[in-house]
């Protein structure tokens, strides 16, 4: 395992580091540099401190994990590879990401999930331990976010506004969700056994990084919400 310290490193610097042949690398000291393993293939990342913006854009088939918290834009535009977040992340995380898995065990903030989409084969995953703020899944295209509202206490699971312009993909809440309001073309229900078998393939992944009991976290109710249309917004687009 290579060690870098990143005290003293710009986020430039530090990223040159990090494209040398070496896989397998341990960041300690990180305060707030950004773009850490853009575009990166196969590496494994172990950062100690706060990362800065856009951790992981773009990422192709890396394994990051940040024993804390990650700021804003974790994932945006990755295509592949695993970030696992020992703790909370800021606004727009996933952003447009179209492959591999984003990991939190605390809470997420605003827009997570915005603009996620399914590519070929590649299907993006996101899930949020604790709660997610407003415009969770914004304009999800594809995908499967999944929110479990671990330790949250009186705190709601989503805040405003969540699936607003919801067009593909499928959300997964831990909560029955009677007092949340959703958009007019999504469809909400619990979930079904079919349902329950594509999360435990998720959560048993997630259960195993974090030291939870999948039962425990099966325990509650889940809603999958839905969209109603692939396209809900066709008309503000064309005239005929």
Do not use: W
């Amino acid at each position: 395992m290579n060690v870098i310290d990143a005290t003293n490193l710009d986020y430039k610097t530090l990223n040159e580091t990090l494209r040398q042949e070496e896989i397998n690398y341990t960041i300690n000291g990180c305060c707030g540099q950004r773009f850490i393993a853009t575009g990166m293939s196969n590496k494994n990342l172990s950062i100690n401190g706060i990362p800065g913006n856009a951790l992981g854009a773009y990422l192709n088939d890396a394994s990051i994990t940040v024993n804390g918290n990650a700021q804003d834009a974790v994932g945006d535009t990755m295509n592949a590879g695993k970030i696992l977040i020992h703790g909370s992340i800021g606004d727009a995380a996933g952003y447009a990401m179209r492959g591999g898995k984003i990991y939190v065990r605390d809470n997420a903030g605003y827009r997570a999930g915005i603009h996620m989409k399914a590519y070929n084969d590649k299907i993006p995953v996101m899930i949020i331990g604790g709660c997610a703020g407003s415009f969770l899944g914004e304009y999800q295209a594809g995908g499967i976010i999944i929110v479990l509202g671990i330790n949250s206490g009186n705190k709601p699971i989503v805040g405003n506004f969540p699936c607003t312009g919801m067009h593909g993909g499928k959300m997964y809440l831990r909560n029955d969700c009677k007092n949340i309001t959703f958009p007019p073309q999504v469809t909400t229900s619990p979930a079904t056994n079919d349902d329950l078998k594509e999360l435990c393939g998720y959560l048993s992944e997630y259960c195993s990084d974090f030291s939870y009991d999948i039962e425990d976290i099966l325990s509650a109710s889940f809603t999958v919400i839905t969209p109603d249309s692939k396209n809900p917004y066709k008309q503000m687009y064309v005239t005929n």
